[in-house]
């Protein structure tokens, strides 16, 4: 521990605890176990109703960096803003009561912002456990996240699904503050975080190694909470593609008439987006409409693209596999991938 626990700390964890009892010790014990010494944590605890708040107070009594605000049961958004304006520093390290971070996370997240003044967040590969515990779609998920590794590729695929895992991040958080800090609009508070920084033209990369090790349980609020539901996952896409790749375009067609398309689609056309069309490969769904427009097959794309003077491609199917193969198919005809085309599912 450092001696002079007063000074300023070089990155404050922020971490809100909810009932986290049973994990909570763990997750501690990780971060007392990194080699970076100049830190603080500050957990806010939010109405915790178990042990939570006794294992708070002990940690706090056993390390002064450790500082313990209580509140009346408010929900993580509260939390995280209550607990983000506490903190001393101005790099912020996210972190969940239930993860466990690996000892060097500090040290590297903190060296590479120092060393990389233009990047606003930088994440982590993640692992997840136990490992008979973790679901398929999580696994599979994983596997993505990890595969987004620089700017380019986070950014690429943000209208996917959420690019970075938020218990694995570090950020600047003057930045994060002169955005609102973490927002409420009943969709995910990090994936809403992520796009309204990509709009603001914040930059993302992650450390290529497992920096934290991601725990996979019932209670885990993706799995509870219906902020977390694929409905208001693609509320938050249409939002912000309409503030932001949709803005100013005369034409919107979505490539793909199944499920995800559709979904998605009745956002955008309350939010006035122009949609003019859908592409499908089905010939079952060809030459029917969706939402009054028609559908049609990839090879009437070129002609129904030339019909507008500013058009945009949004590629929508859902099946594992089908972004690559469209990605493929636009990327041959010439369609450039985050000016003409993006992928949103």
Not at 135 to 161: C, M, P, S
Not at 176 to 184: K, R, S
Request: net charge negative; proline share 6%.
């Amino acid at each position: 521990m450092p001696d002079d626990i007063t000074a300023e700390p070089r990155i404050s964890v922020l971490m809100p605890c909810y009932n986290a009892g049973e994990t909570l010790d763990e997750t501690m014990q990780s971060l007392m176990d990194q080699t970076l010494l100049e830190f603080e944590i500050v957990a806010v605890d939010d109405g915790s109703e178990d042990s939570t708040s006794e294992k708070l107070a002990a940690w706090s009594g056993k390390d002064g960096r450790v500082r313990v605000i209580t509140i009346a049961h408010a929900g993580i958004i509260p939390a995280l803003n209550i607990g983000m304006e506490a903190c001393r520093s101005h790099l912020v390290a996210r972190m969940d009561a239930d993860d466990v971070a690996h000892p060097e996370r500090l040290e590297r997240q903190v060296a590479y912002l120092e060393a990389n003044p233009d990047v606003t967040v930088v994440g982590s590969l993640v692992e997840s456990f136990p490992r008979d515990g973790v679901r398929e779609g999580f696994q599979i998920y994983i596997e993505w996240l990890n595969k987004l590794v620089d700017h380019n590729a986070i950014t690429r695929d943000i209208f996917v699904e959420s690019p970075l895992a938020h218990p694995s991040v570090a950020f600047r958080r003057r930045r994060v503050e002169a955005l609102g800090g973490y927002q409420e609009f009943g969709w995910p508070e990090d994936y809403d975080l992520w796009l309204r920084l990509y709009l603001d033209g914040a930059r993302f990369e992650k450390i290529p190694e497992i920096l934290l090790y991601w725990r996979e349980h019932p209670k885990r609020l993706t799995r509870t909470d219906s902020r977390y539901s694929v409905e208001n996952f693609l509320r938050a896409k249409a939002r912000y593609l309409i503030q932001g790749p949709l803005r100013g375009r005369d034409a919107v067609i979505v490539w793909g008439a199944g499920q995800m398309g559709r979904r998605l689609s009745k956002h955008l056309v309350r939010g006035e987006a122009p949609l003019v069309a859908f592409v499908d490969i089905d010939p079952n769904k060809v030459g029917r409409t969706r939402r009054g427009a028609p559908i049609i097959p990839p090879e009437a794309l070129k002609e129904w693209w030339d019909r507008f003077s500013n058009p945009v491609v949004l590629a929508a199917v859902g099946s594992r596999g089908a972004r690559a193969l469209i990605r493929e198919n636009l990327c041959s005809r010439g369609f450039r991938e985050g000016i003409d085309w993006w992928a949103v599912a």
